[in-house]
């Protein structure tokens, strides 16, 4: 059975920081890219970022140089690492899994507010 469960999301002021974890089981993790997706109530659900097999990286515009995101094959885990955040990445963030197939976690709630 396949599983990617999100942890890390959570209440945080603007400016502030948190560690996304997604933590994959059924999976040979090492071989698929991994995403980053969030969506906001009433939007569509966007890209934020990816990390291939290899550990190249790809971010979207509106978080570059503010998120950041890593894996760790031995743990089967990919992070998200979100700094100076802003009101608008207030969102619920999924975890994706993508090779010969598509997994997706249940999602983890990050608002941003003070």
């Known amino acids: 059975q396949v599983q990617l469960v999100e942890s890390g999301g959570g209440l945080v002021q603007p400016g502030g920081s948190l560690t996304l974890s997604c933590a994959a089981s059924g999976i040979r993790f090492s071989i698929y890219t991994m995403y980053w997706y969030r969506q906001a109530p009433g939007t569509q659900r966007d890209l934020v970022a990816a990390?291939?097999?290899?550990?190249?990286?790809n971010y979207a515009d509106s978080v570059k140089g503010r998120f950041t995101i890593s894996r760790d094959n031995a743990k089967n885990t990919v992070y998200l690492q979100v700094n100076s955040l802003k009101p608008e990445d207030t969102a619920v963030y999924y975890c994706n899994a993508r090779n010969m197939f598509n997994y997706w976690g249940q999602g983890t709630q990050v608002t941003v507010s003070s």
């Open positions: 990390i291939t097999n290899g550990g190249s990286t």
